[in-house]
Each structure stands twice: as structure tokens, then as C-alpha cells.
């Protein structure tokens, strides 16, 4: 699309979204006044437009990688490829290829959930978080060190998307992340923020030695970093495909790095790296209002609870609560964390890896049944419930304990549209930040085991998402794609970092796109909000004091905090019958898109 067109396609949808009742300049105007996040600040973003292809990300460097593949040809599975390798060497506290990723793809006719998500070891069992007494491991016991690391998915993931729908060579969506690698990259503001941050990653040696200098502080701002050692494991996996980092001495360094941690070892072997397997689920698709919206089975509890809070929610009029001055009222708001507080207590109780635990009675179809949403939706009063209990769907009457899984925060989005008609959203992840806190051959590796329950079991019985050998664990990723209804068109791909909080962000974008109206940029520039089963948290300072006072006298224990989301999403957009692409990215990271 030419300069000029865009201008004016950009000019007309300004004009055409006016008519939201002053809701997209207050956005703009209470975005703006909104105090720094920790790590990124807050920087309001207008929105991207393009007319045949386009990819948003979570760095502009990646950005750039992925539209680079588009703009040669390749399919939006090729612009993934090139983005997330780039991701994990520009933001590696949050992705990378020592993790894992949930891709939802769209090829034009039909939906996929590839399932790249971590594997347990073959000698891990249900008391690996536990010491010698049954008691769980504290957070920094279980995640710094090798027992917290898991297979890595991510690479065996891509190459399988990438047979299926690649366009390009295999080693040319490898040539970016491999130059920046080599001639280096400009430290961000959000890198140079956790470094500070997080005390754990310097005691690596390795890692030390690359993101800290002599005085072991950490490169400032602007800092050209140089990473030849992922430089070289890259080329090799350009040149040998995922069969070069699962089998031989990448895979082996990966081991040894793990059983060698001086205070924390882990069981990982070269042989469990080998053996990992990628995975095709069938994606979890309701209907939602006028719209189609398909998320990621398990061991994802995304899909499941995103459909669960829409079909709660579906039977109340949330277009008549469409925020009137750029924040959501306290009507919305106790509907939406109530409906989050049902859908987090069927999480919490049934949720895991169905490989390993099937989920009884008819599974995935009963816990969104309409009838069933119906009636936990009836639970909704004028009063907040505080915590919500399970439900129980027909033939779901088991004895399942709670978890007790750390979800922790550190995780990445994309999502694509390409020139063929396909889509897709990606989060991809190593779980917290920085991992495990350890560094090898240039990248970080997972600490995803983390995200199993510590517990194995409880009162009620055993905990759905315990450790077991091989097993993958419960994860809140929600990659999600959006279709109309009545024509079967693609009209929204969305995602979001987050740990646990990604259901409620991406629940936020849908209710803000399907519902009120609002472009995909407003929808994510909207303040955070939502319950996980417990308090109702608030993003801090975006809520005035006489909502959260509302809260508070309908029974809301009101938290405020940070909700560092990294929501991404394009969507698609007409204007006087003429359809095009529309990206937004969170303004509370260093995300963008682009397109032509």
C-alpha cells in the first residue's frame, strides 16, 4: 500500500471510530497519564494500518524480521519463524528456543493448534517441587536452577508448522536472528530494566558474561550486545534443521548445563531433549454473540477458560456497558471478574495435560456447553462471590485437588496475517524471566516445570496438574483467533503475555473488539482488570477512586497492581467496503507492527 493510500485509509478510520462516544480520545488522553510500568514505561500507540499482509510483535526488531519474510513471499508461518528467533535474542527474558510456544494457525479453510509446549524428564515424578517430607519447594527453590527445566518445544513446533505451510527455505527465515546476533543490538529499555531487576541471572557465569559488564552491571540503554554464541547455534539449526539442536551437541550442552547446577540440579537428559515430540490438538471453538472464537486446548487452559468468561458473559448485555469515558464502570467490571472467577475455579480443578489426565464425562464440550455457562452464570449476584467454587458439568463428578502451580509473568506474543489469506497467534515462552536463570550456547533455558502443581495432591484428591514423566504442564496461554460467523471470515488474531492474568487480558481485548465496539488498539490500551479466583485486581492507577469504592461496597477485595500485559492483536477492518489489516500492540512494551 502506497504512503499516500494509507494515509488516507488511516485518516478514514479515525473518522469512522469518532463515533464511539468520545471513548477513543479518552483512551488516548487517560493512556497518556498513566504512571511508568517497572521495566517499559507506558508509550500510547495509535495503531498500524496495511492492506496486505502484516505482523506485530513484541520488539521492533523482530517486527522487522518477520516482515522482511512477508514482503519475500512467505506465509505467515515463515514471518513467525523469523520473528521469534529474533524475540529470543532481543528480549531473551521472555522466549527464546530453550522454551516452548501454543500456535493457533488459520491456512484460509481450516484451524490447527500446534502445541509446542515443554515435557517433563523421564525420571521427574509427582514430588520433584517437594522436599523429604511432602512438603512443596518455595517459588526461588523451584524455579533457579535445573529442576525447573523442561524439554524445549519451540524449534521441533516451528519446523512442523513449517513443513506443513512454509514457503521459504527453512535457513532463510534464520538470516536476521543470525546478523543481529553477529553484529549486535541496541539494549532496550525493558532488557536493561530486568537486568537490573532480577538478582538471579548474574549468578550465572555465563550469562554474566554477556548481559553484565566487568562491574557486573548490567550494558546501559543503547549498549550494542553481540551474541555470537547464539550466532552459531543458529546457523547450525539453519543448516540442519531442529535435528541439530535435538540431537547431538547442542542437546548435550543443554543437559550437562542442567545436572550441573552447583546448588539446584536438574534431571534433564540429552535423551529426553531428543525425544520430544510437537503435538496437533483440535482447537477449543464456541460461538460467541456473532462470532466464531477458537483458543488452544490443553494442556493450555487458555482456550477452555476464555470460552467459558464469553459464554458467562453472553448472557448479559455488555454493549450496553461500554465504557463512556475510557475506563470500564463498575457494572462491567463485577460482571467480568465474576465471570473470571468461574472460569479460574474450573481451571484450578481440572485443568492439565488430557494426554495424562482425560478430562472425564465429555470433556472439553461440557465444560462450554451453553447450558452448563448458563447456569454458573446464574451464580452472579448483585454481591461479588469472592472466591467462586468448581462447577460440575454432567459426568464430571471427580475428586480433583487444587493447584498450586507458580504461573509466573515472562512470556512474549505474535500474531500474522499474510497475503494468502492465513493467520495465526503465537505465545511463546520460557516462563518466568529469565528462565531458569541459566545461559547455554547463547540462549536461556525454561524453567516451565514450574508451572506443575508443587503439590500432588490434597484433601479432595489428587491434583490434575502434578508432575508426571513426560507430561506437559497446565498452562494459561491463550493464542486466539476470531472468525465471523455468518461469512467464516478471519476478523481477529490476538494474544498476550502474562502468566495466569492472560486469560483475563485476552478476555479484555475480545469484550472490548466484539462488544463495545472499539478498534483492536483501544481494546488493548484499555486498563488491565479481572480475577483469578481471588481479589479483584485493578491495573494500578488507571481506575478512579469512586469505581473502585463501587467495587468495594458490592464486596470486592480490590488489589492494585502492575499488569504488565504484552497483548497483541491485527484485526480486520472495512471501510467503505473495502476490507483491510489493523494492528495494535500493548503500550505498556516496546511492541509494534507492520505491514504493506
Known sequence: MSKLRMLAVAAALMGAFAQVPALAQQVVQDSAQAAPEAATGYVD?????????????????????????????????????????VLGLVEPQSS?????????????????????????????????????????????????????????????????????????????????????????????????????????????????????????????VGHILKNPALAKTLRAIAQGGADAFYNGRIARDIAAKVASHPTNPGKLTAQDIAGYRPKLRTPVCSDYRAWTVCGMPPPSSGGIAVAQMLGILETRDMRALAPGAGVPGAEALHLFTEAGRLAYADRNRYAADTDFVPLPGRGIPALIDKTYLATRAALIGEKSMGVAPAGKPPGMDVAWGSDTAIDMPSTSHLVVVDGRGAGLSMTTTVEDAFGSRQ????????????????????????????????????????PTIVFDKATGKLVLTVGSPGGPAIINYVAKVLVGTLDWGLNVQQAIALPNFGSRNGPTELEERRFPQATIDALKARGHTVRLTEQTSGLHGIERLSIHGEDFWFGGADPRREGAAKGD
Open 45 to 85: 500507540k495509535a495503531g498500524w494500518v496495511a492492506k496486505k499482509y502484516m505482523v506485530a510483535a513484541a520488539n521492533p526488531l523482530a517486527v522487522e524480521a518477520g516482515y522482511q519474510m512477508l514482503k519475500k513471499g512467505g506465509s505467515a508461518i515463515d514471518a513467525a519463524i523469523a520473528t521469534q528467533l
Open 96 to 220: 527464546g528456543i530453550g522454551g516452548g510456544a501454543f500456535l493457533m494457525y488459520y491456512d484460509g479453510k481450516h484451524v490447527q493448534a500446534f502445541d509446542g509446549r515443554e515435557t517433563a524428564p523421564a525420571s521427574a515424578d509427582e514430588h520433584l517441587f517437594q522436599r523429604a517430607d511432602g512438603s512443596a519447594l518455595s517459588r526461588v527453590e523451584g524455579v533457579v536452577g535445573g529442576r525447573s527445566t523442561g524439554a524445549p518445544g519451540v524449534l521441533r513446533m516451528l519446523e512442523l508448522a513449517h513443513k506443513q505451510h512454509g514457503k521459504l527455505a527453512w535457513k532463510t527465515l534464520f538470516e536476521p536472528a543470525i546478523r543481529l546476533s553477529e553484529q549486535g543490538f541496541a539494549v532496550s529499555e525493558r532488557l536493561h530494566g530486568l537486568l537490573i531487576w532480577d538478582p538471579y541471572i548474574r549468578r550465572d557465569p555465563t550469562a554474566a558474561s554477556y548481559f553484565y559488564d566487568a562491574d557486573v552491571k548490567p550494558w546501559p
Open 439 to 478: 545461559m547455554v550456547d547463547g540462549f536461556i533455558l525454561n524453567n516451565q516445570l514450574t508451572d506443575f502443581s508443587f503439590d500432588s495432591v490434597d484433601k479432595d484428591g489428587p491434583i490434575a496438574n502434578r508432575v508426571q514423566a513426560g507430561k506437559r504442564p497446565r498452562s494459561a496461554m491463550s
